[in-house]
């Protein structure tokens, strides 16, 4: 009985960090294209990926606030159009960055939008395999208890 005690244990210490890795590592689809459906690459959100985005943004909007770099980030999706042509550009952000503020240089901006899960800005991605993995863990432990 205590084996099974302890496995329990151990099964639910791994479900509970990997809940608080879904917390802190977001992934975000990063690309940017001609094409609306653009679903690749999905990127762990680090702060490189984050300045890449940025200057992205600089590019298309020269008077977007940056704001400071944090460790917390939100996807985005954004559509520019520019001289007949509509530009798609999904990536990761800094959270305390509004992507959707701002004028687009020579072109106006059609759609923009912010999200907090992954590969929320775009096709479907990897929301909720954490959960449910976590969910599976303590459905095991519960069956070895009996």
């Known amino acids: 009985m ?3 005690r302890g496995s329990f244990a151990v099964l639910v210490s791994l479900a509970l960090i990997l809940s608080d890795a879904r917390v802190s590592a977001l992934s975000c689809i990063q690309c940017q294209s001609i094409d609306v459906t653009c679903s690749e690459p999905v ?10 985005s940025r200057h992205l943004l600089l590019l298309l909007k020269p008077e ?5 770099r944090l460790d917390t980030f939100r996807c985005f999706e954004l559509e520019a159009h520019k001289q007949g042509t509509s530009a798609y550009l999904k990536g990761c952000m ?17 759609g923009c939008r912010q999200c907090a899960n992954d590969a929320c800005n775009g096709s ?15 459905t095991l432990g519960a069956l070895l208890l009996q």
């Open 2 to 4: 205590t084996t099974v």
């Open 43 to 52: 990127v762990e959100c680090t702060r490189g990926m984050a300045d890449v």
């Open 64 to 68: 977007f606030t940056q704001g400071p």
């Open 94 to 110: 800094y959270d305390n960055v509004d992507v959707c503020e701002g004028v687009v240089a020579g072109g106006e901006q059609r």
């Open 124 to 138: 479907a991605g990897l929301t909720g395999s954490v959960t449910v993995l976590g969910a599976l863990i303590l």
